[in-house]
């Protein structure tokens, strides 16, 4: 069974450009998030999607973070503009909708540095 | 939000040895994560727990769900050199939200 999958892995910008990533999770699983890691620390949910809709995205900074899940599979976040606290790693999550206790299965991420 | 403290944030062992690392928080859940990441990687997932007072291994691993449901320990016994990484706990809450702790950092020493 394929993993989920990220892109890109690396990511370098200036600050107040915009950056998108995408994200393919596990065929079949209804929930989708993305979480931001910053260097030290545990990832942070950011947004949750169940199917094409917004569950949770009460730690979502609306100001710049934008994503969408149009068709209910893959999905994009999108940072416009980038400041420097944005540099962090960008974590995919994907769970089956009654999977047991919702374990959730990451990808690889997405590293970004803003300069 | 929820917050969960894992103690010690590194630790240094010897191969062969076993470690201990421990979780807690001062709320309550009703799912106990424990995750692994190497440097560049993802968090993989080791073991979930599901039931407070449950004990639950997965080869070298054994891990367990506070009766209070506010703490769970990973035990890795005989270490070896690929066990380097970070191990976060994770607790489950509200509609399948995960709360994450900082990591331990284990390094183990040949």
């Known amino acids: 069974e394929a993993g989920v999958a990220q892109s890109p892995r690396y990511k370098i910008i200036e600050k107040r450009q915009s950056v998108a990533f995408w994200c393919n999770p596990i065929?079949?699983?209804?929930?989708l998030y993305w979480y931001q890691q910053i260097l030290g620390q545990g990832p942070k949910l950011l947004i949750q999607?169940?199917?094409?809709?917004?569950?949770?995205d009460s730690q979502l900074p609306k100001d710049r973070f934008s994503a969408e899940r149009l068709k209910g599979v893959d999905s994009t976040l999108k940072i416009q503009p980038a400041k420097l606290e944005d540099s962090a790693v960008y974590l995919c999550?994907?769970?089956?909708?009654?999977?047991?206790?919702?374990?959730?299965?990451f990808g690889p991420g997405t590293r970004l540095t803003v300069l | 939000g929820q917050q969960l403290n894992q103690s010690p944030q590194s630790m240094f062992i010897q191969e062969g040895e076993d470690v201990s690392m421990n979780c807690t928080s001062s709320?309550?859940?009703?799912?106990w994560l424990w995750y692994k990441q190497d440097p560049g990687e993802g968090p993989v997932l080791l073991i979930a727990?599901?039931?407070?007072?449950e004990l639950t291994s997965n080869g070298r691993l054994t891990a367990q769900f506070g009766i209070t449901r506010k703490d769970s320990f990973l035990n890795i016994s005989a270490s070896i050199p690929s066990d380097v990484g970070i191990y976060f706990c994770?607790?489950?809450?509200?509609?399948?939200?995960?709360?994450f702790g900082k990591g331990n950092q284990v390094v183990v020493i040949p």
């Open positions: 727990l599901y039931k407070a007072g």
């Open positions: 994770a607790g489950l809450y509200g509609n399948n939200r995960l709360a």
């Open positions: 999550a994907s769970s089956l909708e009654e999977g047991p206790g919702g374990a959730q299965f």
């Open positions: 709320s309550i859940f009703n799912t």
């Open positions: 999607f169940q199917n094409n809709g917004v569950v949770d």
């Open positions: 065929s079949g699983h209804a929930t």
